[in-house]
Protein backbone atom coordinates (compact mmCIF):
# COMPACT_ATOMS: atom_id res chain seq x y z
CA UNK A 1 0.00 0.00 0.00
CA UNK A 2 1.58 3.54 -0.86
CA UNK A 3 2.33 5.34 1.99
CA UNK A 4 1.11 8.94 2.52
CA UNK A 5 3.95 11.81 2.92
CA UNK A 6 5.19 12.33 6.79
CA UNK A 7 3.62 15.72 7.89
CA UNK A 8 6.14 18.80 7.67
CA UNK A 9 6.77 21.04 9.72
CA UNK A 10 6.28 24.64 8.63
CA UNK A 11 9.15 25.81 9.86
CA UNK A 12 11.24 23.04 7.36
CA UNK A 13 8.96 24.54 4.63
CA UNK A 14 9.70 28.25 4.85
CA UNK A 15 13.28 28.22 6.06
CA UNK A 16 14.19 28.24 2.59
CA UNK A 17 12.72 31.74 2.40
CA UNK A 18 14.56 32.82 5.64
CA UNK A 19 18.06 31.84 4.80
CA UNK A 20 21.02 33.35 3.43
CA UNK A 21 18.33 36.02 2.13
CA UNK A 22 20.27 38.00 -0.56
CA UNK A 23 21.42 34.03 -2.01
CA UNK A 24 17.99 32.55 -2.36
CA UNK A 25 15.87 32.88 -5.77
CA UNK A 26 12.66 32.67 -4.17
CA UNK A 27 11.35 35.87 -6.02
CA UNK A 28 12.90 35.11 -9.53
CA UNK A 29 10.46 35.03 -11.97
CA UNK A 30 10.57 32.53 -15.07
CA UNK A 31 9.48 29.34 -16.06
CA UNK A 32 10.87 26.27 -13.23
CA UNK A 33 13.07 23.75 -15.23
CA UNK A 34 13.69 20.39 -13.85
CA UNK A 35 17.65 20.41 -14.00
CA UNK A 36 18.48 17.61 -12.08
CA UNK A 37 16.88 14.22 -10.55
CA UNK A 38 19.66 12.09 -8.85
CA UNK A 39 20.17 8.83 -6.74
CA UNK A 40 21.72 10.10 -3.74
CA UNK A 41 23.62 8.35 -1.66
CA UNK A 42 24.34 7.82 1.98
CA UNK A 43 26.96 10.16 1.83
CA UNK A 44 25.00 12.98 0.56
CA UNK A 45 26.43 12.81 -3.30
CA UNK A 46 24.92 11.82 -6.35
CA UNK A 47 24.97 8.22 -7.87
CA UNK A 48 26.68 8.87 -11.27
CA UNK A 49 25.56 5.96 -13.81
CA UNK A 50 28.56 4.15 -15.52
CA UNK A 51 27.64 4.60 -19.04
CA UNK A 52 29.09 1.36 -20.00
CA UNK A 53 27.04 -0.59 -17.87
CA UNK A 54 23.85 -2.83 -18.74
CA UNK A 55 22.13 -2.08 -15.35
CA UNK A 56 22.57 1.05 -13.29
CA UNK A 57 23.20 0.15 -10.21
CA UNK A 58 22.97 2.03 -6.74
CA UNK A 59 22.61 1.78 -3.19
CA UNK A 60 19.73 0.32 -1.41
CA UNK A 61 20.11 3.12 1.00
CA UNK A 62 19.17 5.51 -1.53
CA UNK A 63 17.66 8.78 -1.42
CA UNK A 64 16.24 10.95 -4.22
CA UNK A 65 16.30 14.79 -5.32
CA UNK A 66 14.70 16.82 -7.80
CA UNK A 67 16.53 19.71 -8.60
CA UNK A 68 14.85 23.29 -9.94
CA UNK A 69 16.08 26.39 -11.57
CA UNK A 70 13.36 28.85 -10.11
CA UNK A 71 11.07 28.29 -6.86
CA UNK A 72 7.99 26.30 -7.37
CA UNK A 73 4.20 27.17 -6.20
CA UNK A 74 4.06 24.97 -3.05
CA UNK A 75 0.48 25.16 -2.71
CA UNK A 76 1.11 22.30 -5.32
CA UNK A 77 3.17 20.09 -3.11
CA UNK A 78 2.01 21.01 0.67
CA UNK A 79 -1.39 21.13 2.19
CA UNK A 80 -0.32 24.90 3.83
CA UNK A 81 -2.94 25.03 6.10
CA UNK A 82 -2.51 21.46 7.55
CA UNK A 83 1.26 21.65 7.07
CA UNK A 84 1.38 18.08 5.55
CA UNK A 85 3.04 16.71 2.70
CA UNK A 86 0.11 16.17 -0.20
CA UNK A 87 0.69 12.34 -1.27
CA UNK A 88 1.38 10.98 -4.65
CA UNK A 89 4.45 13.90 -5.73
CA UNK A 90 6.82 10.84 -5.94
CA UNK A 91 5.72 7.65 -6.56
CA UNK A 92 8.96 4.77 -5.62
CA UNK A 93 8.11 1.39 -6.63
CA UNK A 94 10.45 -1.71 -5.91
CA UNK A 95 9.40 -4.62 -7.56
CA UNK A 96 6.51 -3.14 -9.06
CA UNK A 97 5.00 -2.68 -5.88
CA UNK A 98 4.53 1.11 -4.74
CA UNK A 99 6.71 1.95 -1.24
CA UNK A 100 6.00 4.47 1.28
CA UNK A 101 7.27 7.80 0.75
CA UNK A 102 8.22 10.46 2.33
CA UNK A 103 8.68 14.15 0.72
CA UNK A 104 10.08 17.44 1.29
CA UNK A 105 10.37 20.60 -0.76
CA UNK A 106 13.11 23.21 -0.26
CA UNK A 107 12.51 26.29 -1.25
CA UNK A 108 15.69 28.08 -0.89
CA UNK A 109 19.08 27.16 -2.96
CA UNK A 110 20.41 28.58 -5.70
CA UNK A 111 22.45 27.55 -9.08
CA UNK A 112 25.07 30.22 -7.91
CA UNK A 113 24.94 30.65 -4.07
CA UNK A 114 24.82 26.85 -3.34
CA UNK A 115 26.14 26.00 0.27
CA UNK A 116 24.59 22.70 2.10
CA UNK A 117 21.43 22.59 -0.11
CA UNK A 118 21.03 21.11 -3.44
CA UNK A 119 21.79 23.95 -6.31
CA UNK A 120 18.46 25.44 -6.45
CA UNK A 121 14.68 24.69 -4.92
CA UNK A 122 14.57 20.92 -4.39
CA UNK A 123 12.21 18.43 -3.98
CA UNK A 124 13.62 15.05 -1.76
CA UNK A 125 11.89 11.91 -1.64
CA UNK A 126 12.88 9.19 0.90
CA UNK A 127 11.78 5.62 1.08
CA UNK A 128 10.42 4.82 4.44
CA UNK A 129 12.07 2.20 5.99
CA UNK A 130 14.43 1.74 2.94
CA UNK A 131 14.92 -0.49 -0.02
CA UNK A 132 15.49 -4.20 -0.07
CA UNK A 133 18.84 -5.05 -1.81
CA UNK A 134 19.14 -6.25 -5.57
CA UNK A 135 15.79 -4.87 -6.22
CA UNK A 136 14.61 -3.21 -9.26
CA UNK A 137 13.26 0.28 -8.53
CA UNK A 138 10.96 2.77 -10.27
CA UNK A 139 11.21 6.66 -9.11
CA UNK A 140 8.91 8.76 -10.74
CA UNK A 141 8.08 13.02 -10.34
CA UNK A 142 4.94 13.66 -10.59
CA UNK A 143 5.44 16.74 -13.09
CA UNK A 144 2.13 17.58 -14.26
CA UNK A 145 1.43 18.41 -11.00
CA UNK A 146 4.23 21.29 -10.41
CA UNK A 147 4.03 24.92 -11.14
CA UNK A 148 6.22 28.25 -10.81
CA UNK A 149 4.70 31.27 -9.24
CA UNK A 150 4.29 32.77 -12.68
CA UNK A 151 1.65 29.65 -12.84
CA UNK A 152 3.95 28.37 -15.68
CA UNK A 153 4.58 24.12 -15.75
CA UNK A 154 7.91 22.94 -14.86
CA UNK A 155 9.77 22.27 -18.23
CA UNK A 156 11.22 18.71 -18.29
CA UNK A 157 13.08 17.83 -21.62
CA UNK A 158 15.16 14.82 -22.34
CA UNK A 159 18.18 15.85 -21.09
CA UNK A 160 16.54 15.55 -17.65
CA UNK A 161 13.91 12.93 -17.59
CA UNK A 162 11.23 12.72 -14.61
CA UNK A 163 12.02 8.83 -14.09
CA UNK A 164 14.91 7.10 -12.74
CA UNK A 165 14.89 2.77 -12.95
CA UNK A 166 17.89 1.01 -11.15
CA UNK A 167 18.73 -1.51 -9.31
CA UNK A 168 19.99 -1.95 -6.04
CA UNK A 169 22.96 -3.49 -5.23
CA UNK A 170 23.03 -6.80 -3.76
CA UNK A 171 23.43 -7.10 0.11
CA UNK A 172 27.55 -7.68 1.01
CA UNK A 173 29.49 -7.19 3.69
CA UNK A 174 33.23 -5.48 3.59
CA UNK A 175 35.87 -5.05 6.58
CA UNK A 176 37.87 -2.71 7.14
CA UNK A 177 41.28 -1.88 5.32
CA UNK A 178 44.73 -1.16 6.19
CA UNK A 179 48.39 -1.86 4.95
CA UNK A 180 49.71 -2.94 8.41
CA UNK A 181 48.64 -5.18 10.81
CA UNK A 182 46.19 -4.68 13.59
CA UNK A 183 46.99 -4.23 17.16
CA UNK A 184 46.01 -7.91 19.18
CA UNK A 185 43.55 -5.97 20.88
CA UNK A 186 41.58 -3.85 18.10
CA UNK A 187 38.27 -4.47 17.99
CA UNK A 188 37.66 -4.99 13.99
CA UNK A 189 34.98 -3.27 12.05
CA UNK A 190 32.46 -4.87 9.00
CA UNK A 191 29.93 -3.17 7.48
CA UNK A 192 26.70 -4.42 5.35
CA UNK A 193 25.78 -2.41 2.41
CA UNK A 194 22.24 -2.35 4.01
CA UNK A 195 20.70 -2.23 6.99
CA UNK A 196 20.99 -5.77 8.19
CA UNK A 197 18.11 -7.67 9.87
CA UNK A 198 18.10 -8.40 13.83
CA UNK A 199 19.69 -11.54 13.64
CA UNK A 200 22.61 -10.47 11.75
CA UNK A 201 25.44 -10.51 14.52
CA UNK A 202 24.94 -13.95 15.41
CA UNK A 203 26.27 -15.04 11.31
CA UNK A 204 29.71 -13.37 12.13
CA UNK A 205 32.19 -15.86 13.72
CA UNK A 206 35.98 -15.79 13.29
CA UNK A 207 39.00 -17.98 13.03
CA UNK A 208 42.66 -17.42 13.79
CA UNK A 209 45.44 -18.90 12.11
CA UNK A 210 49.18 -19.20 12.88
CA UNK A 211 50.99 -20.93 11.08
CA UNK A 212 49.55 -24.15 9.18
CA UNK A 213 47.04 -24.48 12.57
CA UNK A 214 43.41 -22.73 12.13
CA UNK A 215 41.72 -22.41 15.31
CA UNK A 216 37.82 -20.90 16.12
CA UNK A 217 37.95 -17.56 18.10
CA UNK A 218 35.19 -16.72 20.15
CA UNK A 219 34.36 -12.82 19.42
CA UNK A 220 31.79 -10.45 20.37
CA UNK A 221 29.74 -8.74 17.65
CA UNK A 222 28.35 -4.98 18.52
CA UNK A 223 26.63 -2.97 16.37
CA UNK A 224 27.42 0.97 16.03
CA UNK A 225 25.32 3.23 17.56
CA UNK A 226 26.11 5.84 14.80
CA UNK A 227 25.74 3.33 12.08
CA UNK A 228 22.69 0.39 11.30
CA UNK A 229 25.30 -1.17 8.74
CA UNK A 230 28.56 -0.89 11.00
CA UNK A 231 29.76 -3.69 13.19
CA UNK A 232 33.10 -4.49 15.70
CA UNK A 233 33.85 -7.86 15.99
CA UNK A 234 36.44 -8.44 19.31
CA UNK A 235 37.47 -11.07 21.04
CA UNK A 236 35.80 -12.20 23.83
CA UNK A 237 39.58 -13.15 25.39
CA UNK A 238 40.18 -9.48 24.94
CA UNK A 239 43.18 -10.17 22.42
CA UNK A 240 43.98 -11.87 18.80
CA UNK A 241 46.62 -14.33 18.49
CA UNK A 242 49.71 -12.11 17.71
CA UNK A 243 50.81 -12.60 14.73
CA UNK A 244 48.11 -14.32 13.62
CA UNK A 245 46.06 -14.13 10.14
CA UNK A 246 42.23 -13.48 11.62
CA UNK A 247 39.30 -14.49 9.42
CA UNK A 248 35.94 -12.94 10.18
CA UNK A 249 33.03 -14.93 8.43
CA UNK A 250 29.33 -13.86 7.46
CA UNK A 251 27.20 -16.66 7.16
CA UNK A 252 25.27 -17.14 3.79
CA UNK A 253 21.69 -16.67 5.36
CA UNK A 254 22.95 -13.56 6.84
CA UNK A 255 20.02 -10.84 5.50
CA UNK A 256 19.35 -6.99 5.43
CA UNK A 257 16.04 -5.69 7.07
CA UNK A 258 14.10 -7.45 4.31
CA UNK A 259 14.68 -10.81 4.29
CA UNK A 260 17.57 -10.68 1.49
CA UNK A 261 20.13 -12.63 2.43
CA UNK A 262 23.95 -12.71 0.96
CA UNK A 263 23.68 -15.96 -0.69
CA UNK A 264 26.91 -17.55 -0.08
CA UNK A 265 29.55 -16.92 2.92
CA UNK A 266 31.55 -13.89 3.08
CA UNK A 267 34.95 -14.18 4.44
CA UNK A 268 37.21 -11.21 5.51
CA UNK A 269 40.83 -11.32 6.49
CA UNK A 270 43.21 -9.32 8.55
CA UNK A 271 46.63 -9.76 10.36
CA UNK A 272 47.57 -9.05 13.57
CA UNK A 273 50.94 -7.97 14.58
CA UNK A 274 53.49 -10.07 15.83
CA UNK A 275 54.78 -10.08 19.03
CA UNK A 276 57.27 -7.56 20.36
CA UNK A 277 60.94 -9.49 20.75
Given at each position: ?????K???????L??A?????????????T????????????????????????????P??????V?????????I?????????P?????????????????????????????????????????G????????????????????N?Q?????????????F???????????????????????????????ET??????????????????????????????????????????????????????????????????????????????
Amino acid sequence: MLGLEKPLPRVALLAGALWLGGCIEADKPGTPRLVAFDVIDATGSAVMKDPDAAVFTATPRATFTAVFDNVLDFTQIVDVEAGVGLPGLVTITVKGVPAATSTVYTPNGSQKYHFITAAGPNISATPMGGLPSGASVVVALDVARLRGHNGQPVVVDAAVPAQISFETAPFGVTGEASDMPFTPDHAFVITASNIPGETFATKVSATSTVGAVTTPVEVTVTASEEDPTSFTVAPMAGMWPAGAKITVAVAADAADAFGVALGQPASIDFTVAAAAP
